[in-house]
């Protein structure tokens, strides 16, 4: 029983609409799922992780739920929402999730078949039940940056991290977590927007320092390709990873938090 989900997002500013491009190319089958919306909306925040019912609503009404196999895709490969995607479903406990490798690029330069009409999901039971350790509060990484109880992952650009560059969310500040480490989600990618193999992405972590037996928080820009981070991690074995669900689009923007510029300070 196997259900298809178009993740597919893009920055605000985009003059892409992925909504119009769902509609007029997809998997046939597949739903539409907008994590602009479905979101906690009662924050600035961008699309942090919605109330349990208001998750649990929305997925019954794609007709995702107990019973179904989901798999989630985005038209640019791996790198737009499907892995944000995958891990909200995880975090609110489902457990039977995928991602589309290579994404509908993919899938339409194998000649596979899309369509242009709209689905007619039917209703399935969801109830939610979050995980709360897959995800972490911006209290929870304060507290880590003394602690050091978890390594901090950022997947952002190398510039970026190291804060030689604006951030594209206004008003945030440079530079990164302090302690953080830097895996930039593209290492992890083929040309073709598919994952490396396994023994590559475990070369690309433990190159940046990371200790892939110890406990891991990941980071990015808005909790988006963070979740790039903890589906590679997924493919080494690793489904304990948590999402710093604010990412920088919080600790950017408050200036009571510590902010730390230049490279990643490996550990001998």
């Not at 979740?227 to 493919?235: D, E, H, K, T």
Request: charged share 25%; net charge negative; aromatic share 8%.
């Amino acid at each position: 029983d196997v259900h298809v989900v178009d993740a597919t997002w893009v920055m605000k500013g985009s003059p892409r609409n992925p909504r119009a491009e769902y509609e007029a190319c997809h998997i046939p089958g597949a739903v539409f799922f907008d994590i602009d919306e479905i979101a906690d909306t009662s924050t600035s925040l961008p699309h942090m992780l919605p109330p349990p019912e208001k998750f649990s609503s929305r997925a019954r009404s794609l007709g995702l739920g107990a019973g179904t196999r989901i798999v989630i895709y985005d038209a640019d490969g791996v790198s737009s929402a499907a892995c944000r995607v995958w891990w909200m479903f995880r975090a609110f406990g489902h457990k039977d999730v995928a991602v589309l490798d290579g994404g509908l690029a993919k899938w339409k330069a194998e000649g596979r078949p899309v369509s242009d009409l709209p689905p007619v999901p039917r209703q399935r039971h969801f109830s939610s039940h979050t995980n709360h350790f897959l995800v972490r509060d911006t209290d929870q990484v304060l507290a880590n940056i003394d602690s050091r109880r978890e390594q901090v992952v950022d997947a952002r650009a190398t510039e970026r991290f190291e804060g030689t560059v604006d951030e594209p969310w206004p008003n945030r500040r440079r530079g990164h977590i302090p302690g953080a480490l830097s895996v930039p989600f593209k290492w992890l990618l083929d040309d073709n927007q598919c994952f490396l193999p396994a023994e590559h992405i475990k070369a690309k972590f433990e190159t940046a320092g990371v200790d892939l037996h110890k406990p891991i928080t990941v980071s990015c820009g808005s909790g988006v390709t963070a979740c790039v981070l903890a589906m590679s991690l997924y493919l080494l074995g690793r489904e304990d990873v948590a999402v710093y669900d604010g990412s920088w689009a919080e600790w950017g923007l408050r200036d009571d938090l510590p902010v730390e510029l230049g490279s990643a300070k490996i550990a001998a």
